[in-house]
């Protein structure tokens, strides 16, 4: 099973990789959005609040995991799916799949804070909590745009049905995600850090476990 989640692991890094219009339109929806933000609010660099500055990274951020990652199962024709269910057991493609989109959703949110902080300018004081916040984040991110994204390919991929379903899913994920940030931001005493980072990785895990609970149920269908 290890083996053949890496294999769709492997064939989703290649596909990416020989098309990479997907990755430069996320690239270019980043760039764009966070020069639009400064010239909108007409600052300086390193001269916004602290507050507008942790909100504003974390809409772009999400913003971009929604059209990198929500595509998915969505690019899937029927033919290949049925190719699938053939090859493999349900939690194999979905650990593949998984897999990639976490690596992809840490590479936006990466490269996003890196040209954010270069436009912006950069407040952040703890920088471990900050990463770490970024990565598990970015892995709620990716599981429930995964599972999300597998739903609705079997409702006609309707991008509408999309937000509906994972919005409120992802808010709980981004609102833990906005105070620790903002923690990491204001340097606040590590005890209180790493207590909120737990739960942040207890709703990880809490989503993760019923993505590979309910994927069975969705891909036999």
């Known amino acids: 099973m290890i083996s053949q989640a890496i294999s769709i692991f492997k064939k989703e890094v290649k596909l990416e990789w020989r098309n990479k219009t997907a990755f430069n339109g996320i690239l270019l929806y980043l760039v764009s959005t966070i020069f639009i933000c400064y010239l909108s609010f007409n600052v300086r660099t390193g001269q916004l609040q602290v507050l507008t500055w942790n909100a504003l990274f974390w809409i772009i951020i999400v913003f971009a995991n929604i059209n990198g990652v929500a595509k998915s199962f969505l690019q899937e024709g029927e033919g290949r799916m049925l190719y699938y269910y053939t090859l493999c057991k349900p939690n194999v493609i979905l650990s593949g799949k998984l897999l990639f989109?976490?690596?992809l959703s840490v590479i936006i949110s990466l490269v996003g804070f890196t040209v954010y902080a270069?436009?912006?300018g950069n407040p952040v004081n703890n920088y471990t909590f900050f990463l770490l916040t970024i990565l598990f984040a970015s892995i709620g991110f990716s599981a429930v745009l995964t599972l999300v994204s597998g739903i609705v390919s079997k409702a006609n991929n309707s991008t509408a049905l999309m937000s509906i379903l994972s919005f409120p899913i992802l808010?709980?994920?981004l609102l833990m995600s906005v105070r620790l940030t903002k923690?990491?931001?204001d340097g606040i005493n590590i005890g209180?850090?790493?207590d909120k980072l737990f739960t942040l990785i207890s709703v990880d895990a809490i989503v993760l476990a019923t993505a590979y609970i309910l994927f069975p149920f969705i891909w036999r269908n």
Do not use: H
Request: proline share 7%; aromatic share 6%; charged share 0%.
């Open 171 to 173: 808010l709980p994920i």
């Open 192 to 194: 209180i850090m790493s």
């Open 101 to 103: 989109n976490i690596l």
């Open 118 to 120: 270069f436009i912006l």
């Open 183 to 185: 923690n990491a931001i």
